[in-house]
Structures are given as C-alpha cells and as structure tokens.
C-alpha cells in the first residue's frame, strides 16, 4: 500500500529514491525548486542536464542525483498558466502522470514532489493542488505496487494544510 506524505520543506534536502524537479525548459538550473536542486546537486547535474538537449512542457527525463539525498532527478517542465485557455490543465496532469511513468518503469519506490507550476509560472496553487493529488492518488489505483511512498514537499504551512485537507477529504 502507498503511503502518501506531506511535508512543508525543501525538496533537495529530502531523501527519497527520487525527487521531482519543477524545471525549465532548458533543464540547466533556474530559480526557486529547480536553483534549489541544482545548487544542491552541484555542477555533475548541469552537465548531465546539458546532454539531455532540454524538455518540453508536460514530459519529463530523469538523471542521477549527484549530491543529492535523492538517488535520480526526474525533471518535468510544468506549463506557464495563461489563464487557463492553453491546456495548462492537460499540460500539469501530465507532468505528474509522465514522472510516475518514469520512476515506475526505473522500479523507484519513493517519489517526492513540489507544487509544479505554482512559482514563477503563477499556476494556481487551489487549481494545481487537486491535480498533482488526483493524477497521483489515480496512478496508485492503477499500478497499486509500483510506489511505497509519495511525498508532497510544500513550500508555506498554507499549502501544507490546503493538500492535507483536501487529501483527507478525499482519500
């Protein structure tokens, strides 16, 4: 059975088979999750980034951790929200979706995940919450061995609280 947690922290700090990178296009570093990541992971992650030839919104690809706690980086590119008339929907169910597929397919047990989307490229933390828990709660449904533990890493208690409940509630 998965078990789903949800901590208020920094991603790059925890220790899971795998963490999810809220990326850009490019993959090589930014600003909030992905400069966190980076930072952390040190200059082996940039220059296994740069052979992966970037990402595109919705998909994601996988690298080792480096100096990480984390064993792999899976890093998804989340959609920039345009007031929700350009499949940001579609686009941020799939970089939940994609990342599970990869972690499933590399036999990873632990995947923690932050709020994709929900920085700089101003996706609505209340539209983006029910997302990143219904994609992943449907994917356990689905593949109900693939994963033991599902780790939301949130940024503010504000969220922290918001997915808690909403997950009570539905799970």
Do not use: Q
Not at 68 to 84: D, E, Q, R, Y
Not at 93 to 105: F, G, H, P, Q, W
Not at 119 to 126: D, T
Request: proline content about 4%; hydrophobic content about 45%; some cysteine.
């Amino acid at each position: 059975m998965t078990v789903f947690e949800f901590i208020k922290g920094d991603i790059s700090e925890v220790k899971a088979d795998v963490i999810v990178n809220a990326a850009n296009k490019t993959l090589l570093g930014g600003g909030g999750v992905d400069g966190a990541i980076h930072r952390r992971a040190g200059p082996g992650l940039l220059a296994e980034c740069m052979s992966l030839g970037g990402c595109a919104a919705g998909l994601a690809k996988i690298t080792g951790g480096h100096r990480l706690p984390a064993k792999f980086v899976i890093h998804t590119v989340g959609p920039v929200w345009n007031g929700g008339n350009k499949d940001e929907a579609g686009l941020l169910t799939a970089c939940y979706r994609n990342s599970l597929v990869i972690a499933k397919e590399r036999g990873l047990r632990s995947i923690a995940f932050p709020a994709i989307s929900t920085g700089v490229y101003r996706f609505p933390r209340e539209l983006a919450m029910p997302i990143a828990i219904n994609t992943t709660m449907s994917f356990v449904k689905s593949n109900p061995s693939a994963f033991d533990k599902i780790i939301f890493v949130l940024f503010s208690d504000e969220d922290l609280e918001n997915y808690k409940a909403y997950f009570s509630k539905i799970g």
